[in-house]
């Protein structure tokens, strides 16, 4: 369906002949046309690129490190342990030079004032200077106020730009449906940077210069590609490259859409198994014949195969793998349709449905949350002023501790089980930045970390593992904070000044802090050792001045301040320790160097 609609479209056709017309008149730059109200951009085939002998060339390079590149592409950024996201390093340079020219300077980045719609285009090497370029202004587009600008990437014959995590970050930011990758049944270029980085080192100098190579040599890069696709077909690629967008398979036939990266490798394998070391360099260069073919066909009335005319599911199989130009052989036509059954698969099911029943079981949850609140609040209102955090932790064997303690323990359970589902795939790429779950997240941890602080102290395993937030804080609560930087990056500067304190403390660990705090007031009395001693009253200057800030910016709940709260009291331990250091006699006061420079006079 997406196939088709594309094709009735003057985008794929008006898109090639930009291409021809940029390798053409421009080919050391890049053309713009406006045509109606949508402005093509297009960068030629042939460009002057050193693939040679420099190492870096064969190999991919980390996006944030490459030189003014994260500058360029600030949100292609990986999150929750990710590997970095890395781009073949020759196209980036490639880009990086094209990007510098007063050409790309003056012309691209106005495209988003004065234009509404816009086409990047791009053939073979072409193609992945328009995907940079493509980047470059989406990502650009994130910094300025909503507009009606819209952006569509459509590639002919380009060869893969990045690994797995660049794909999760576009899929992150929604921005996958903007890139259509044309690609020809029997071209190998689009095939070539699946194979592993080592074995593909002799062979990558010949990426651009396909079509000048002796015939010896075109043989040897198919059969080296072909062979690897095979031993890869179940969809993965141990070269580190990956796809992104959507996936036009063209041939004679008609096309086919894929947009699930499994389900195109598995793809490129099957299409490339009936070609020719002739057929994959003919492929590469006979766009225009394919184009032309598509939009004619797909702009003809078609019955479903076998006169079927009753739309189902398998019709509609048999009638994609023919517009694929899949031969109707059992092995290849077979595992083809595994390929489409397992795109379906993982669109429909997998991680969209599995998210939709997350928020399902979130619901069942709220009550669990609601009680927790509720305790808070009486917490806050008790008579005995100790608060939300010393009440749970000094707490006595009660029905309503024991219930608080019980759905303490179902919460921690339902987000640890999302975490090991995103750690499984079994979830959107984007799903950690979608608001709803970064805003739930936060709040539970700024609820429930304070409880499982008050758990860790009361059962002493400060005692015998250290101090918590080295060395007990649970992995989902640093996750947690991850999720929350990666979205509110740009909120630390615009922080509104509060008015009343905060519904719950905006530092989750600020308990474990106030711990460790009276240890070092325990351990100024009793160490010996003056050196020692000055870097407790460091840490102890250094928290006090912390913690007096929250309190001042209102950051903090109003347990915090209640009389008989565990920061409550160290205040008033620490005030009782600073007046009896006041009372030494002078020949002592080399002890504390810090005190007496006044850093912490009251």
């Given amino acids: 369906m997406l196939a088709t609609f594309i094709a009735s479209t003057p985008l794929l056709s008006e898109s090639w002949r930009m291409c021809s017309v940029a390798t053409r008149n421009s080919p050391q730059s890049f053309v713009m046309e406006q045509v109606g109200e949508i402005v093509y951009v297009a960068f030629p085939a042939a ?127 929604r921005w996958a449906a903007n890139f259509c990758h044309v690609l020809s049944k029997h071209d190998v270029v689009p095939r070539l940077l699946i194979s592993p980085p080592s074995l593909l080192a002799p062979h ?70 009936t070609a020719s070391p002739t057929s994959c360099i003919e492929d590469h260069l006979n766009y225009e014949q394919y184009v032309g073919r598509v939009c004619s066909q797909f702009l003809t009335a078609r019955s479903f195969v076998n006169g079927v005319n009753e739309p189902n599911y398998d019709a509609g199989v048999s009638l994609a793998l023919d517009s694929a130009g899949i031969p109707n052989q059992e092995m290849i036509a077979g595992a083809a349709r595994d390929c489409l059954k397992m795109a379906r698969r993982m669109t429909r099911t997998s991680p969209n449905l599995n998210a939709g029943a997350l928020a399902i079981r979130l619901s069942h949850h709220v009550p669990y949350r609601a009680e927790i609140e509720w305790y808070k609040a009486c917490c806050d209102m008790s008579d005995d002023q100790m608060g939300y955090y010393d009440s749970f932790k000094l707490r006595q064997s009660s029905r309503r501790e024991a219930r608080v303690n019980m759905n303490r323990i179902k919460l921690a359970n339902f987000w640890d089980r999302i975490i ?9 790429h ?42 007990g804080r649970e992995r989902r609560y640093e996750i947690f904070d991850r999720w929350w930087r990666n979205t509110h990056v740009d909120d630390e500067g615009n922080k509104q000044i509060r008015s009343r304190f905060a519904s719950a403390t905006q530092d989750s660990c600020f308990w474990a802090r106030v711990e460790e705090a009276r240890d070092w007031i325990d351990s100024v009395r009793s160490e010996n050792d003056a050196r020692k001693r000055g870097l407790l009253w460091e840490n102890i200057n250094e928290f006090e001045k912390y913690a007096e800030g929250l309190v001042e910016r209102k950051e903090v709940s109003i347990d915090v301040l209640a009389r008989n709260s565990s920061y409550s009291l160290w205040v008033e331990d620490f005030k009782v320790l600073k007046s009896q250091i006041q009372k030494f006699p002078p020949h002592h006061d080399h002890d504390f160097p810090s005190y007496l420079d006044g850093g912490i006079v009251p």
């Fill in 420 to 428: 090991e589902m995103l750690q499984n795939n079994e979830l959107p």
């Fill in 47 to 173: 460009q002057m690129v050193h693939v040679g002998s420099e190492p870096s060339c064969r190999e991919m390079v980390r996006l944030d490190f490459a030189s003014c590149s994260s500058a360029l592409f600030p949100l292609c950024r990986p999150i929750d342990g990710e590997e970095p996201v890395m781009v073949h390093a020759a196209l980036l340079s490639l880009f990086l030079s094209v990007f510098q020219s007063p050409s790309f300077q003056s012309q691209m980045p106005a495209l988003t004032q004065k234009c509404k719609s816009v086409v990047i285009t791009g053939h073979s090497v072409g193609g992945a200077l328009a995907s940079f370029s493509a980047l470059y202004l989406l990502s650009r587009l994130q910094s300025l106020p909503s507009s009606p600008f819209h952006l569509i990437c459509i590639t002919f014959g380009a060869p893969l730009l990045g690994n797995r995590s660049l794909s999760r970050a576009i899929i992150r930011e």
């Fill in 430 to 471: 984007d799903f950690t930045t979608r608001e709803k779950w970064v805003n739930t997240s936060q709040f539970y941890k700024l609820l429930f970390e304070p409880l499982d602080i008050a758990e860790y102290y009361r059962t002493q395993q400060h005692r015998v593992k250290g101090h918590y937030i080295k060395h």
């Fill in 204 to 273: 990558l100098q010949h990426l651009l210069h396909l079509c000048n190579l002796p015939n010896q040599h075109i043989a040897e890069i198919f059969c080296f590609v072909l062979a690897y696709l095979v031993q890869a077909g179940d969809g993965t690629s141990t070269s580190g490259f990956w796809p992104f967008g959507s996936y036009l398979f063209c041939s004679q036939m008609g096309a086919l859409c894929l947009d699930t990266a499994e389900s195109v490798i598995k793809m490129m394998q099957l299409t490339l198994m």
